[in-house]
């Protein structure tokens, strides 16, 4: 069991690029969710996911982001005209249930 | 809404001192409880969860935690830490049923050990 995958560990653009990040869950985990990390900040929730659904995106910005977990293949978190303050670690975890969330080794952001 | 409080932000040990982290919860259910490490550089690695049953966890690397459903609270603690455990801790709450599991993570307390 390969654990959570998260690519690429590291990603940098620049002002007004766009970033995509990949996240494959855990072989049996149909739950999966984005969270950001900035410096000093705790893990900031930014979306659920279900496998083509998007449960719960309360945590996501109202522009520039966006997040899919297609039928086949990882989940993509999207930034859209990434700006400076989007530089942080991205996580992904992924679940069965609500019994334990296992994190991918999250994706560096920096945007120069 | 879920909330995680984790008292310190930093704290400072000199090795073989005793640690105890604080995190209280807030949340109208039932929760299940977790504690993660996050050493520098690194991805968030499980150290140990609370389900149902004994309150006292025991978890890897010599941590426990005791959860007092009376407090809401969830604690960390270990008899002697050494400098290997200087990390970053959180403590997050997650719903146990209700079909939507995310879960709310504390802000984090960065632990530095002193030889």
């Known amino acids: 069991n390969a654990g959570v995958m998260q690519n690429p560990r590291h990603l940098v653009r620049r002002r007004g690029q766009e970033a995509r990040l990949r996240c494959s869950p855990m072989?049996?985990?149909?739950?999966v969710y984005w969270y950001r990390q900035l410096p000093e900040e705790g893990l900031k929730f930014m979306v659920y996911?279900?496998?083509?659904?998007?449960?719960?995106e309360s945590g996501m910005p109202k522009e520039r982001f966006s997040a899919e977990f297609p039928k086949e293949g990882p989940s993509i978190l999207r930034i859209q005209q990434v700006v400076r303050g989007d530089s942080a670690a991205y996580f992904c975890a992924s679940s069965h249930d609500s019994y334990g969330y296992t994190f991918g080794s999250g994706t560096r952001l920096t945007v120069v | 809404a879920q909330s995680v409080s984790q008292h310190n932000h930093h704290v400072i040990l000199s090795e073989a001192a005793s640690l105890e982290l604080g995190c209280n919860y807030s949340y109208g259910g039932t929760v299940n409880l977790f504690w993660y490490v996050q050493y520098p550089g690194q991805h968030l690695q499980l150290l140990l969860k609370?389900?149902?049953?004994?309150?006292l966890v025991k978890g890897i690397k010599g941590f426990e935690a005791e959860f007092i459903k009376s407090k809401f609270s969830f604690n960390l603690r270990k008899p002697s830490v050494h400098w290997s455990d200087a990390a970053e801790y959180f403590c997050a709450v997650g719903p146990a049923s209700g079909g939507s599991y995310i879960p709310t993570f504390g802000r984090g307390t960065s632990l530095i050990v002193h030889p």
């Open positions: 072989k049996g985990h149909s739950h």
């Open positions: 996911l279900q496998k083509e659904n998007i449960i719960d």
């Open positions: 609370y389900f149902s049953g004994d309150p």
